[in-house]
């Protein structure tokens, strides 16, 4: 019997457990699915197939395991702000020779009533806060929140998965949460928090899209950061759909 091809996904978003679903359902599969989570989350939702949990040690590190474990496709599933993963994900696919695919949501784009300032950095995000309101949802994770930690002036609403870690602002409320959100509960978020000001990143999907609207709708502000580089020259699909596709011509 030959060996069954190997597929990785490097995971981490809603996509990539739907892409390790996808797969992992079809009858007769061939496939052999490893998904990687890298440990931030504490009790993860974990996809069906193998899943491996932990850093690789850089795109050296990773290169190894794509060799050692026999890897014939990767998926770069993670979020797109996962900036060093994703680079690290097409050096380590260059130098073991392995097809990589990115699977990245498409951006969020703004409609007639958004009221959106873009920004390059949480950094900037911060700086942009203080002329736009006193009571911030803050949306963007509970990593990086050192960069809003000297805003004595302003309250904030943090919404994460897990309790986030000092630095973090002195005036803040935290919110443990999950997506997918819904219309309706972001609509009562506002209201009830007296929000003035949204912050998010602009991670796309329809997961955590409702604030969006939710804050059009109430006429607030939204300070939207904008995406870090991503490595030129790989194929990207937008959709788990898509990214199966992929996987089932590549590894036919
Ligand atoms: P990052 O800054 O790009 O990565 C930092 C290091 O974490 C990487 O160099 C790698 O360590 C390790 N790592 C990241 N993703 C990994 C994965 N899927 N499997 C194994 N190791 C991984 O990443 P991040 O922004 O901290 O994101 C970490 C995880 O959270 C990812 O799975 C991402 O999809 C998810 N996530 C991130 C965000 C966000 O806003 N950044 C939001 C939602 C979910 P080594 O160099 O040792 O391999």
Known sequence: MPEPRHLLILGGTAEARRLAEALHSEPHSELRVTTSLAGRVARPVLPPGEVRIGGFGGAEGLARWLRE????????????????????????AAAADVPLLALRRASWVPVEGDDWRSVGSLEEAAEALPALGRRVFLTTGRMGLAAFAHLD???????????????????MEVLLDRGPFALDGERELLRRARIDVLVTKD??????????????????????????????????????????????????
Do not use: I, Y
């Open 69 to 92: 474990h026999r890897v014939d496709a990767l998926v770069d599933a993670t979020h797109p702000f996962a900036e060093a993963m994703s680079f690290n994900a097409a050096g380590a």
């Open 153 to 171: 002036g302003l309250w904030f609403l943090v919404r994460s998965v897990d309790p986030p870690e000092p630095p973090f602002p002195a005036r």
């Open 203 to 252: 991670s796309g999907g329809a997961a955590t899209a409702p604030k969006l609207r939710a804050a059009r709708e109430a006429g607030l502000p939204v300070v939207v950061v904008r995406r870090p580089p991503a490595p030129d020259g790989v194929t990207v699909a937008a959709t788990p759909e898509e990214a199966a596709a992929w996987v089932r011509q590549s590894s036919g």
